[in-house]
């Protein structure tokens, strides 16, 4: 779900990572596993396994469910959180999957408005020691890019009758860098390109530069919360937030500034909220469980039984987050690299991008993802600016606000975190339906 921070700002890093659970992928065209079958969703067929990458030694483990729908024309949604390092079971059981896990995690129920009710899901746990999967390990949205391509070409290959579905590259919070970095790497490698037809964020960190100026603006929000600081700290923030975006700026072109610059953002623009003892996933809700405020050891449980563990054929044990994979792209310098820069080659092909966000978020909030969908330069971006703002859904209870023009879609969703499909499940099955229909 959430991106994770630096060695200097440890309790700060594992909130962050909570968003970003990976679903498992591992054993490609070595394991396939049809035994999942009796867990979570039943009625629906669905494989687990590890797909064994060509880029190196590296094995991630997916989870895919088909379709409750029309499994045999219906779209492919592949799902990864962020964190960096975060599982994606965590989406998977706790947002938009086919089944929750009861509160002492010993079963699981249906989920009814499962992001499957039509199209088939793809969970994958990645980068290599995210969750069930294992194996050399990536720095770098580049690796990511590179495995993550060869995951997919090798799962429709395995699973041939969907080799001509569409597919949608979808995620939250630091998938907001993994997204667009696998999007274009399946534009630019070719195989799978006349598949992919759309790419979804859901509170993501897309363009750093631009996001972190608005923290400053945020923390005083106050639509259905109060204000988190008072005039004092929001004037220390405001002061801060130049340095801040020098800092940003200049890691772009030399990795060297990146970490310290992520320091100083972290100290100044993140921290401040922290210390109020809210939720910077919810801004209307205390932290109930530190460091992280969501509690997901039900999830662990659940995972941890050996007849469920059997099923999936998974190795080793599984964690919500890996603060080792977290801390690799720290100092990689690849967390506050901007990634927008790769969308407009796949605006002007034609894909359809959703960019979305729940507006009681802090951590990847509503107005940093609006503003850099505003300043994204493309050759639409005169008409999206000027694209009025609408009630969504059109003629229903209004449960977000929508700006669109061309290919290119922002969604303000009403009273919902960090985690829109947990917050707001029913909007974002129909966000989510309308978007692959392209009826948004």
Known sequence: MYKTQSKFTASIKAMRSLAALLCLAHGAAAFNKPQAAGLCDPGVKQSSGYIDLSTGAKHLFYWAFESRNDPATDPVILWMTGGPGCSSAVALFGENGPCKVNADGTATKLNPYSWNRNATLIYVDQPAGTGFSYGAKDSTEAGVARDMVDFLVQWFRIHGKFSNHDLYVTGESYAGHYVPAVSSGLFRNGTLRKNLKGLAIGNG?????????????????????????????????????????????????????????????????????????????DMRAKCAVPPLCYDFSNVKKYLQRDDVRAALGVKGRWADCSKSVTIRFELSGDYIKNYQQLLPELLGAGVRILIYAGDQDYICNWLGNQAWTLALPWPGQGAFRAAAVADWPAGAKKAGELRTSGPLSFLRVLDAGHMVPMDQPAAALRMINAFTADAL
């Open 205 to 281: 960190l897309t363009d750093p530069e631009i996001q972190f100026a608005y923290y400053k603006d945020m923390i005083i929000s106050t639509n259905g919360h109060k204000a988190a600081v008072g005039k004092a700290e929001h004037a220390v923030m405001a002061a801060a937030t130049p340095a801040c975006i020098a800092g940003i700026r200049a890691c772009q072109n030399t990795t060297a500034t990146c970490l310290p610059a992520l320091e100083l953002c972290e100290m100044s623009l993140e921290i401040p909220y922290t210390l109020t003892g809210m939720n910077p996933y």
